[in-house]
């Protein structure tokens, strides 16, 4: 399953959701313009970037 961020209204869904799809269907919203894949690497960065600095 991959992450997509929607950028458009998806399926009644508003923009600023993120769905969890098959690669495929990611794929199309990619292509289409309605979202953005998310990578894993970024969340993973988000996480580790939020501990570093709190004491």
Known sequence: MTRVLLTKTYKARQPGTILDIPQAEADSLETLGLGRIIKEE??????ASKGVGAE
Do not use: E
């Open 42 to 47: 970024q969340q993973a960065q988000k996480k």
